[in-house]
């Protein structure tokens, strides 16, 4: 369980996350959603630990982050939006690559499960920089998944990729959820996110809005629309939900 008290962030003079409060349940799968600039991806990396929040506490499983750096490194994989790959290496070099510098052992089974879900065996001999889009996704997302984590935190895994290459994507990430893994994962699309998600977890100004169950969504969306339909963008999204 991963829990935020009172967590926010500024960069520079600039508040991009006001003091909130929030917990993700283990074994969940959460839905990342709002308007650009709302505040997810930063959200994302502080719960990765990838960026300290400027006040608040995050703690996993009951203990403070800083003292659980070591667990917080091998229990939580994060796939981050922009894709940082060797453009020179083929997939198969990439994958023995950055095998090599995980600190835990890999799991081979899972990592040959994922290879076949991902159908990443079809394109192992071919250079990354040959590759098409959804392909370079799917393997930066073997990539950030390899060390097989309890908790799997995505920045928009399936962004610019074809029908076909996102399926596999959601296959795979279902099963990784069945499976009782923890996912939180920022998407714009709405059939991706209802197919996945137990749980929705919108930002808007700066700070999450609403948390709950797809049935709470529907519950509450025309309040949410109520009350912050004037922002365009927002208003969009609980539109189309
Ligand atoms: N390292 C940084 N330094 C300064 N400002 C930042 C930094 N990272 C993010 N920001 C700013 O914080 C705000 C929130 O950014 P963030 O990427 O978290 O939003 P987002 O909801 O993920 O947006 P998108 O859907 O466009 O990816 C933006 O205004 C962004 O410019």
Redesign the pocket.
Known sequence: MIHLDNVS?T??S?E??EPFTLTIREGSSVGII????????????LVASL?KPTSGKLSFDGKPYGKVVRRLRTEIGYVP?DIALYEELTVKEQIAFWRKLEKKKVDEDFLQKMIRMLRLDEVYSQRVDQLSGGWRRKVNLCVGLMRNPRICLL??PTAGVDLAAKEDILAWLKQLHQEGRTLLY?S?DWYELKKLSDEFLL?AE?KPIFQGSQREWSEKRSTLIDRYGADQDLRRILEFS
Not at 34 to 45: D, I, M, Y
């Open positions: 962030k960069y520079r600039k991009v996350l709002g308007p650009n600039g709302a505040g997810k991806s930063t959200f994302l990396k960026d939006q920045d928009e920022i714009h930002f700066r």
